[in-house]
T-cell receptor, first 114, second 116 residues
Framework: AQKVTQAQTEISVVEKEDVTLDCVYETRDTTYYLFWYKQPPSGELVFLIRRNSFDEQNEISGRYSWNFQKSTSSFNFTITASQVVDSAVYFCALSGTSYGKLTFGQGTILTVHP | EPEVTQTPSHQVTQMGQEVILRCVPISNHLYFYWYRQILGQKVEFLVSFYNNEISEKSEIFDDQFSVERPDGSNFTLKIRSTKLEDSAMYFC??????????????FGDGTRLSIL
């Protein structure tokens, strides 16, 4: 069975602070895919990143960066110089195949105060 | 950019009534999904659909639920006799192009279903 744990239920920061959202996963699959989605207050799910289990390179996209560590089964997400518009619920998700179902974590509510 | 479209955005239904949630996936996608999110909780998988049949379903997806792709563009979720606990946001997603290039699942904006 697959499981995704986001231990941080809520995080509150002040604008311009850096913030890291933790994600730990469990799977028996040797090949799998990890994702982050953002859910702003309007409710839609916005895709941020997808990583497959063979690619442990860290990724940076603007103020966003992701750290994938297979040894600790973690796929953490860092926002540098946070902004009020980053306020949202962030979900980490796992899939065992390219087109398989997504197993989501409980989500982390991020609030960025001005 | 192509997107997944869901209608209606909000559906209010009396308990025991049938409801059909509609989705138009991205046009050249081959894999379709329904998820639900009870208010304040995580997103849960319901069912996946490929090649005109269900490829996987969760324990939530019992006999009260069905999916259909009635034509080349729509993908529907039917709940036959709604219960109070069916109140949730329902998300449709699609992925997978004929060239099998790796694609993430793209989600619609969701349908908020309220059962009274």
């Amino acid at each position: 069975a697959q499981k995704v744990t986001q231990a941080q239920t809520e995080i509150s920061v002040v604008e311009k602070e850096d913030v890291t959202l933790d994600c730990v996963y469990e799977t028996r699959d040797t090949t799998y895919y990890l994702f982050w989605y953002k859910q702003p207050p309007s409710g839609e799910l916005v895709f941020l990143i997808r990583r497959n289990s063979f690619d442990e390179q860290n990724e940076i996209s603007g103020r966003y960066s992701w750290n994938f560590q297979k040894s600790t089964s973690s796929f953490n997400f860092t926002i540098t110089a946070s902004q009020v518009v980053d306020s949202a619920v962030y979900f980490c998700a796992l899939s065992g195949t390219s087109y398989g179902k997504l197993t989501f974590g409980q989500g982390t509510i991020l609030t960025v105060h001005p | 950019e192509p997107e997944v479209t869901q209608t209606p955005s909000h559906q209010v239904t009396q308990m025991g009534q049938e409801v059909i949630l509609r989705c138009v996936p991205i046009s050249n996608h081959l894999y379709f999904y329904w998820y639900r999110q009870i208010l304040g909780q995580k997103v849960e998988f319901l069912v996946s659909f490929y090649n005109n049949e269900i490829s996987e379903k969760s324990e939530i997806f019992d006999d009260q639920f069905s999916v259909e792709r009635p034509d080349g563009s729509n993908f529907t979720l039917k709940i036959r006799s709604t219960k109070l606990e069916d109140s949730a946001m329902y998300f449709c997603a699609s992925t997978g192009t004929p060239d099998y290039s790796n694609q993430p699942q793209h989600f619609g904006d969701g349908t908020r279903l309220s059962i009274l």
